[in-house]
């Protein structure tokens, strides 16, 4: 490979961020490549935690910011999509990348993988064939079907892909790059983690609930539902804002019951690697959040999750538990974690993420990959 690449990666929130990151750090050292960094969505809300903040820290050279949302039409997807391919159609006439890089199933993701299809730039999606409930699935297939090379994290992955008629040349398996994260030896320490986010006790659950966009209407009931359960259940929780999906004002009306109470430590967001040691140091995962699939088994954390937000990703069982929108079920399975010992496991990776990615752009005949696909029929 002789002329420089110039490699544009999108990133929209803290969620894509982490998994994106030791991917960032190796093309940003690497000389072979040129990286830029578009930053938009949640990052760039203090609402959300102002994440734009965490990649300035991490000291790229090349990072632009654009404001997809207004304050109040945070839940607009479609608009939030519209604002998107805006802003990064702009930025890529400026850039002329070589490829871009966008990660899951965020409706910012989408913005840059239509942007590049339609403007014969070759599109990398990390992550995707992946299941799961809410329009976050819908969003994933459809990058998928737009994106030119699929970055997938496991064999069930690259086959719902091929499911989709891709090719199979254009399925590269490299787990989740997030585990690269979750395996390092630098991760900071509980003390730090305690001191940074004022945390005033050593024995709690982590609580991550979404709004779920397709239940939109049952939202405040089921939000309430939850916060019932964690008042209840007499735990410690620190408790990490939603995400900006519809629905998300009901969940936050039902975390104002807690602003008072000593047992609950309310965060808008955590840095990634903070919110990692602050799981490894948990006694369990609670809510919807892809963390307690994704993630906890990685530290042999139990998780309960609620609703179908993530389901079809896991089959229940001790460590995992499934529940409904029902205080009891949930207080039940709380008090059922108590005794779950696990050996640590994950099916989305070894922890080597970023060197397969890296080793597959270091070969040349990935940058003839042909920005016409073909559609596979199955037999
Ligand atoms: N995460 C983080 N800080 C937080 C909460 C989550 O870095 O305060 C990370 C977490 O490790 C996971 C990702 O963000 O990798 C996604 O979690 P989230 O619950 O925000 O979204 P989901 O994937 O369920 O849509």
């Not at 940003?28 to 990286?35: A, I, K, M, P, R």
């Not at 807690?258 to 799981?279: C, D, H, P, Q, Y």
Request: proline share 3%; hydrophobic share 40%; charged share 25%.
């Amino acid at each position: 490979m002789t002329k420089i690449k110039r490699i544009a990666v999108l990133t929209g929130t803290r969620a894509d961020y982490g998994k994106l990151k030791s991917i960032m750090q190796a093309l940003e050292t690497h000389s072979n490549f040129e990286l830029y960094i578009f930053a938009t969505g949640m990052h760039m809300h203090k609402e959300y935690g102002f994440t734009f903040m965490e990649i300035v820290k991490d000291g790229y050279k090349n990072i632009f910011s654009f404001i997809n949302q207004r304050h109040g039409m945070g839940t607009q997807m479609d608009l939030i999509l519209a604002n998107t391919i805006n802003g990064f159609s702009a930025y890529i006439c400026e850039i002329n990348p070589d490829l871009i890089i966008v990660h899951g199933d965020r409706v910012e993701a989408l913005a840059a993988t239509i942007v590049g299809a339609m403007n014969n730039i070759l599109v990398g999606h990390i992550e995707g064939g992946e299941i799961s409930g809410t329009i976050d699935e819908s969003i994933r297939h459809a990058i998928t079907k737009l994106a030119h090379i699929h970055f997938v994290a496991n064999e069930d992955s690259q086959k719902r892909i091929l499911q989709l008629g891709e090719t199979q040349t254009r399925i590269h398996i490299i787990g989740s790059p997030d585990i690269d994260v979750m395996l390092s030896p630098n991760l900071p320490t509980w003390e730090q983690v305690k001191a940074r986010y004022e945390v005033p006790f050593d024995d709690f659950g982590v609580a991550l609930f979404h709004p779920v966009t397709t239940s939109y209407a049952n939202m405040g009931k089921y939000a309430k539902i939850f916060v019932d359960a964690l008042l209840r259940s007499q735990k410690n929780y620190i408790v990490i804002h939603p995400n900006n999906d519809l629905g998300r004002e009901f969940i936050i009306e039902e975390y104002s019951r807690l602003a008072e109470n000593g047992k609950f430590r309310l965060i808008v967001s955590v840095r990634f690697e903070f919110f990692l040691t602050m799981l490894k140091c948990s006694q369990f995962v609670i809510g919807n959040s892809s963390v307690g699939i994704r993630e906890a088994p990685i530290f042999a954390k139990p998780a309960i999750d609620i609703g179908d937000r993530q389901r079809n990703r896991y089959l229940p069982d001790d460590k995992i538990v499934n529940c409904d929108y029902d205080s009891e079920q949930i207080i039940a399975a709380i008090n059922s974690t108590k005794n779950v010992n696990f050996t640590p496991y994950s099916d989305f990776g070894k922890g080597d993420s970023t060197e397969k990615f890296m080793k597959i752009l270091a070969d040349g005949n990935f940058w003839d990959t042909t920005l016409q696909k073909h559609f596979v029929d199955k037999d």
